[in-house]
């Protein structure tokens, strides 16, 4: 197994290129074909290795997650014709990413052992522990970085810095509400407690859309349902599928994506835990075992299921 790092493609009608954090993506005029490669980051940095199988596992979540969704809020798939692959339309990204939580976890809980009790605007209740559920779904945003880290930010600041129009904020808020609901729906059918998600949206000829991928383990926090009351009343650690567990071994190694941190080794038997624990994600969330794949042609088969797909 090899894992796909990055690609340098060359296609003819091509009219941009971009690198992101765990994404190449391709633009064709209003189109674009975004390849989920192995890169994997965590605290807003790209690790040194890449994850065998991490890309295609992701992007086929997210294709079944985009198609169970898409009654509730339009989205900017066209066709998904690699498992590694997805081409849409090309959007013009909000630059916030709408961050919300039905539970105490993660970044919130953190932030809340710290004495805070206003995330994002939102004021929370005291008495909370950790992995407790919420009163009602919150909805924290954070800032969309180009480079560096994300940060959270308030509705109110978030108008009044004019970042999104109120008209429009407020279609982006009822969307996130409706997936987050639909997101939860879809866990408790797998046995999963949705915890808390990011949303990403972009206008493409004025409307609206959700792109980029949605409740993937890499953007979402699950809980697994059984056994989570009695493990919160005996004040035990739940158990989680998400990528937390990346970020608590790179905690645990000294590495929160501070400055002078250095990212831990990442050794073979390190990486090959990290894809086992990706494959017990998708199999968990699809109800299938993942299919092994031949990667000695790889990079071929996803440049020519592109250059069909746009043809």
């Avoid at 509730?72 to 990204?93: A, M, R, Y």
Wanted: glycine share 8%.
């Amino acid at each position: 197994m090899q894992a796909i790092k990055e690609t340098h493609f060359n296609f003819e009608g091509q009219t941009g290129f971009y690198k992101g954090k765990v994404r190449d993506v391709y633009y064709f005029g209003s189109r674009m074909a975004m390849v989920a490669t192995d890169r994997i980051s965590a605290f807003d940095v790209v690790l040194p290795k890449g994850i065998p199988d991490k890309g295609r596992i992701l992007n086929q979540i997210a294709a079944l997650n985009l198609a169970a969704t898409k009654d509730i809020v339009p989205n900017w798939v066209l066709s998904s014709p690699d498992p590694n692959v997805t081409v849409g339309f090309k959007c013009e990204p909000f630059a916030v990413e709408m961050v919300i939580r039905g539970y105490l976890a993660g970044h919130a809980a953190r932030e809340y052992k710290a004495g805070k009790r206003t995330l994002c605007g939102v004021t929370l209740p005291e008495g909370l522990r950790e992995n407790d559920r919420l009163p009602v779904p919150i909805i924290t945003p954070t800032t969309k970085a180009m480079v560096g880290h994300d940060e959270d930010i308030s509705r109110e600041a978030i108008l009044v810095r004019g970042i999104v129009s109120e008209q429009d904020y407020k279609i982006l808020e009822d969307y996130t509400l409706k997936l987050f609901a639909k997101g939860t729906e879809l866990a408790a059918k797998r046995g999963l407690i949705l915890v808390d998600t990011k949303y990403e949206f972009g206008k493409h000829a004025g409307k609206i859309y959700l792109i980029d991928e949605v409740h993937t383990p890499d953007s979402s926090r699950y809980f697994y349902s059984e056994g989570y009351e009695a493990r919160q009343k005996a004040g035990e650690t739940q158990k989680q599928l998400s990528k937390e567990f990346v970020r608590q071994w790179l905690i645990e190694n000294g590495f929160q994506g501070k400055d002078g941190q250095q990212v831990p080794e990442m050794t073979e038997a390190i990486v090959a835990s990290i894809s086992n624990r990706y494959q017990e994600l998708y199999q968990q969330m699809t109800g299938e075992k993942l299919a092994p794949v031949d990667y000695s042609n790889i990079e071929k088969r996803i440049e020519q299921s592109i250059v069909k797909s746009l043809n």
